[in-house]
């Protein structure tokens, strides 16, 4: 089966994509290189649905880009809930804020610019739910230093552990990003203090509950 048109059915029998988020999606593809990091449709709708039913007071998510999962994240949790969303790349910044004026959720949103391990050290927990969205390279660093700050029975949501399926090999040993991407899943798989399952969501999401 075609993944477009899968994809493109899964969306459609999904709650729709808010304009707002549309347009943010729209734009964000049109004008950046990398615009296909953006969440979208149908992972967007997810995350707003596992934020209601977990109804997180506290979230914090690592690679925020043009801020389309992290509203997403405000549009799931309670009014009182409190989001923590980090980017490494400041010129996103301006863009970023910009959008979450638009969306409402300004309010319960709170942008950190900078690196996601300064950021984490920085940052008082303890956080319901966290959302792994970084360099590759970077998501073992960035899950031990946020698991202690991660609530017993929090969350952790790990987004492209499929990475395009290059994780099935064979890599090439100058792809850093794939080999980080490979290491980093059979961490956690054979770590006996964490419940986990992987999802084939787009390009991989791994839900991860502290014990």
């Known amino acids: 089966m075609d993944e477009e048109v899968l994809e493109r059915y899964l969306a459609d029998h999904s709650d729709k994509e808010p304009e707002l988020l549309r347009q943010l999606n729209r734009e964000t593809n049109a004008k950046l290189l990398n615009g296909r990091m953006v969440s979208g449709h149908y992972q967007g709708r997810l995350l707003v649905m596992l934020c209601r039913m977990l109804h997180p007071k506290k979230v914090l998510e690592l690679g925020t880009f043009t801020g389309y999962s992290a509203i997403c994240l405000a549009e799931g949790t309670d009014e ?13 910044e301006d ?18 610019i900078g690196e996601a391990t300064e950021w984490i050290n920085k940052l008082e927990g303890p956080f319901d739910l966290v959302f ?3 360099d590759k390279r970077d998501y073992k660093t960035c899950f031990d230093t946020v698991l202690p700050k991660v609530v017993q029975g929090g969350i952790i949501l790990v ?11 064979p890599v090439p040993s100058n792809d850093a990003q794939s080999l980080a991407i490979i290491d980093f899943n059979d961490y956690i798989a054979t770590n006996s ?3 986990k399952v992987m999802l084939p969501i787009r390009d991989g999401l791994t839900i991860i509950r502290k014990k």
């Open 132 to 134: 792994l969205d970084v």
């Open 193 to 195: 203090r964490l419940e």
């Open 80 to 92: 009182e809930a409190e989001i923590h969303t980090v980017e490494h790349n400041d010129e996103l």
């Open 159 to 169: 987004d492209n552990t499929l990475w395009y399926g290059k994780i099935l090999g």
């Open 95 to 112: 863009i970023i804020k910009g959008w979450f004026e638009k969306s409402g959720y300004a309010g319960k949103i709170r942008l950190h």
